[in-house]
C-alpha cells in the first residue's frame, strides 16, 4: 500500500495512530512526513515511528505530499491552513481532515478552493486500531482519492462512509462521543457493585469483560438488540427487575437527547469554525 507521499499536519496522537498503523500495513516510512513545532515531540515521533520524516515546519512536511492530513485542534485549524494555501494550490493534494466540527467548504475555502477534501470522524480506540471512522468526501474527489483515504484511515479501524456531510455531525456525537458513554456506564456499574459489596478489582473485571463479551455478541449473533436483550431477561428473573425499573423512567429519552445534544454542539462548533475563519 502506497499513495505517494502522506503530510500529517500536526504531531498528537491521533497522527500517531494513523501513521504507525500506515507503517504496520507496509507503507513506504520515507512517504509518511509529519510537522510537529515542539521539539520533544518531534523526538518521540521519531522514536515511535522510525524512518518517517519529522519536521518543524508545516510548509516542510507539505511541500511534496501528495495527502495531507489536518490533525489540529479545530480552533486553530483556519490560521494552520491559510499560510499553506499557496504551496497546497501548487499540487492539489487530497486533503483529509480529522478536526471535528470543521466544514470541508472552510477548509477548502482556507486552502484556496477547488480542493479534493475529505472530513473523517475517527474515536478514542483508534489509538489501539481498535476504532470506527465515518468518512464524507466533498464533490472534488475522485474515487481513486477516496480510497486512498479510506485505506489510510482504516489502519486504525472499520471506514463508514457517509452521503451528506450533515451525517458526520451524527456520527461525532454517536461514536466520537460514543466511548464516553460507555466508560459512563462503565462506572456506574461498578461503582454499584462496590456499593453492595464486591472490590473494586473484581466489579471493574466483572464489567469489563461483560462489555466484551456483550459486544462480540451482538456483532457475531446477527440478531437485533431486542432479541439479544430478550435472550437474557427471563419472566420474573434478574433482568426483568432491572429493566421494568428502567422502563417506569425517562431514561431511553434522556439518553436520546443526550445523543441529540452532542450532534447539535458539532453543528454549533462548525459555525463557530466559519465565523472564525472569516478574513
Not at 4 to 11: F, L, P, R, T
Not at 108 to 137: D, F, H, T
Request: proline residues 4%; glycine residues 8%.
Amino acid at each position: 500500500m502506497d499513495y505517494g507521499k502522506v503530510a500529517y499536519v500536526g504531531g498528537g496522537n491521533m497522527t500517531r495512530a494513523l501513521a504507525g498503523g500506515m507503517l504496520a500495513a507496509g507503507y513506504a516510512a520515507h512517504h509518511v512526513l509529519i510537522s510537529e513545532p515542539l521539539a520533544e515531540h518531534r523526538e518521540h515521533l521519531a522514536m515511535e515511528l522510525p524512518g518517517a520524516e519529522i519536521h518543524k515546519r508545516n510548509e516542510d512536511a507539505v511541500r511534496e505530499a501528495e495527502c495531507i492530513v489536518l490533525a489540529v485542534k479545530p480552533q486553530i485549524l483556519s490560521d494552520v491552513c491559510k499560510p499553506l494555501a499557496p504551496l497546497v494550490q501548487q499540487n492539489k493534494p487530497l486533503v483529509i481532515s480529522i478536526a471535528a466540527g470543521v466544514r470541508a467548504s472552510d477548509i477548502e475555502k482556507w486552502l484556496g478552493g477547488e480542493l479534493p477534501v475529505v472530513r473523517v470522524m475517527p474515536n478514542q480506540p483508534a489509538l489501539l486500531r481498535l476504532g470506527i471512522s465515518g468518512l464524507y468526501a466533498n464533490e472534488h474527489t475522485s474515487e481513486q482519492q477516496l480510497r486512498a483515504a479510506t485505506n489510510i484511515i482504516s489502519t486504525t479501524g472499520p471506514v463508514i462512509r457517509v452521503s451528506t456531510e450533515e451525517d458526520i455531525d451524527t456520527v461525532t456525537a454517536v461514536s466520537g462521543t460514543g466511548p464516553a458513554y460507555f466508560y459512563l456506564l462503565t462506572d456506574m456499574l461498578v461503582k454499584a457493585a462496590v456499593d453492595l459489596g464486591l472490590s473494586y478489582e473484581d466489579a471493574l473485571a466483572l464489567v469489563l469483560e461483560t462489555a466484551r463479551g456483550a459486544g462480540e455478541m451482538a456483532e457475531q449473533s446477527g440478531e437485533t438488540m431486542d432479541s439479544l436483550i430478550a435472550r437474557v431477561r427471563s419472566p420474573g428473573g434478574t433482568t426483568a427487575a432491572a429493566f421494568d425499573f428502567l422502563d417506569g423512567t425517562d431514561f431511553r429519552d434522556i439518553f436520546s437527547a443526550a445523543v441529540v445534544a452532542a450532534r447539535d454542539r458539532a453543528v454549533d462548533l462548525a459555525d463557530q469554525a466559519h465565523e472564525a475563519g472569516k478574513d
